[in-house]
Protein backbone atom coordinates (compact mmCIF):
# COMPACT_ATOMS: atom_id res chain seq x y z
CA UNK A 1 0.00 0.00 0.00
CA UNK A 2 2.98 2.26 0.84
CA UNK A 3 4.41 1.80 -2.66
CA UNK A 4 1.05 2.79 -4.42
CA UNK A 5 0.63 5.91 -2.30
CA UNK A 6 4.37 6.60 -2.98
CA UNK A 7 4.06 6.18 -6.61
CA UNK A 8 0.88 8.70 -6.92
CA UNK A 9 2.35 11.24 -5.00
CA UNK A 10 5.86 11.62 -6.59
CA UNK A 11 4.62 13.11 -9.75
CA UNK A 12 2.64 15.62 -8.05
CA UNK A 13 5.56 16.65 -5.98
CA UNK A 14 7.83 17.09 -9.05
CA UNK A 15 5.17 19.03 -10.70
CA UNK A 16 4.85 21.60 -7.41
CA UNK A 17 8.33 21.74 -7.09
CA UNK A 18 8.79 22.47 -10.37
CA UNK A 19 5.95 25.09 -10.38
CA UNK A 20 7.53 26.79 -7.45
CA UNK A 21 10.38 26.85 -9.55
CA UNK A 22 9.65 28.66 -12.56
CA UNK A 23 7.69 30.80 -10.73
CA UNK A 24 11.15 31.95 -8.66
CA UNK A 25 12.64 32.45 -11.66
CA UNK A 26 9.96 34.62 -13.40
CA UNK A 27 9.98 36.69 -9.96
CA UNK A 28 14.03 37.24 -10.81
CA UNK A 29 13.00 38.03 -14.15
CA UNK A 30 10.88 40.96 -12.86
CA UNK A 31 13.40 41.84 -10.69
CA UNK A 32 16.23 42.56 -13.16
CA UNK A 33 13.94 44.50 -15.29
CA UNK A 34 12.67 46.74 -12.64
CA UNK A 35 16.44 47.80 -11.70
CA UNK A 36 17.04 47.96 -14.77
CA UNK A 37 14.14 50.43 -15.64
CA UNK A 38 14.92 52.47 -12.71
CA UNK A 39 18.55 52.91 -13.10
CA UNK A 40 17.40 54.11 -17.01
CA UNK A 41 14.64 56.29 -15.73
CA UNK A 42 17.57 57.31 -12.97
CA UNK A 43 20.09 58.43 -15.60
CA UNK A 44 17.26 60.10 -17.61
CA UNK A 45 16.57 62.58 -14.51
CA UNK A 46 20.42 62.89 -13.98
CA UNK A 47 20.50 64.20 -17.85
CA UNK A 48 21.80 61.26 -19.74
CA UNK A 49 22.02 61.15 -23.25
CA UNK A 50 18.42 58.79 -24.49
CA UNK A 51 20.97 57.08 -26.84
CA UNK A 52 23.07 56.31 -24.04
CA UNK A 53 20.51 55.27 -21.44
CA UNK A 54 19.01 52.70 -24.41
CA UNK A 55 21.90 51.11 -25.01
CA UNK A 56 22.99 50.50 -21.03
CA UNK A 57 19.57 49.04 -20.78
CA UNK A 58 19.69 47.35 -23.90
CA UNK A 59 22.69 45.88 -22.57
CA UNK A 60 21.39 44.72 -19.27
CA UNK A 61 18.12 43.76 -20.61
CA UNK A 62 18.87 42.47 -24.53
CA UNK A 63 15.46 40.80 -25.12
CA UNK A 64 13.45 43.79 -23.31
CA UNK A 65 11.61 46.54 -25.02
CA UNK A 66 12.08 50.13 -23.81
CA UNK A 67 10.37 53.26 -24.10
CA UNK A 68 11.00 56.81 -22.47
CA UNK A 69 9.06 59.92 -22.03
CA UNK A 70 9.81 63.45 -20.63
CA UNK A 71 7.69 66.24 -19.11
CA UNK A 72 8.80 69.39 -17.53
CA UNK A 73 9.40 67.78 -13.96
CA UNK A 74 10.03 63.96 -14.25
CA UNK A 75 10.80 61.11 -16.87
CA UNK A 76 9.05 57.87 -17.35
CA UNK A 77 10.46 54.78 -18.39
CA UNK A 78 7.84 52.02 -19.62
CA UNK A 79 9.74 48.91 -20.13
CA UNK A 80 8.32 45.11 -20.88
CA UNK A 81 9.34 41.44 -22.44
CA UNK A 82 8.23 38.28 -22.45
CA UNK A 83 8.79 36.15 -19.25
CA UNK A 84 10.59 32.67 -19.65
CA UNK A 85 8.24 30.98 -16.77
CA UNK A 86 8.57 27.16 -16.82
CA UNK A 87 11.82 26.42 -17.99
CA UNK A 88 10.31 27.30 -21.54
CA UNK A 89 9.38 24.39 -21.56
CA UNK A 90 5.75 24.64 -21.75
CA UNK A 91 4.99 27.39 -24.42
CA UNK A 92 1.49 27.53 -23.03
CA UNK A 93 2.67 29.56 -20.41
CA UNK A 94 3.80 32.55 -21.51
CA UNK A 95 4.45 35.51 -19.11
CA UNK A 96 4.48 39.55 -20.52
CA UNK A 97 6.39 41.41 -17.75
CA UNK A 98 6.02 44.84 -17.53
CA UNK A 99 7.78 47.61 -15.84
CA UNK A 100 7.70 51.04 -15.25
CA UNK A 101 9.62 54.10 -13.49
CA UNK A 102 9.16 57.51 -13.13
CA UNK A 103 11.85 59.91 -11.43
CA UNK A 104 11.92 63.75 -10.91
CA UNK A 105 14.51 65.74 -13.22
CA UNK A 106 17.40 66.75 -11.58
CA UNK A 107 18.02 70.08 -12.64
CA UNK A 108 21.47 71.73 -12.52
CA UNK A 109 22.35 75.16 -12.54
Known amino acids: MATIETALMVPVLLVVTFVFISLLGLGMQTL???????????????????????????????????????????????????????SGLINFATVQLTQSHTAPREWSY
Not at 50 to 74: K, Y
Open 32 to 86: ALSDATRTAARELARGAEPETVVANFSSREPQADIELQWSAESVTVHTSKQGEGL
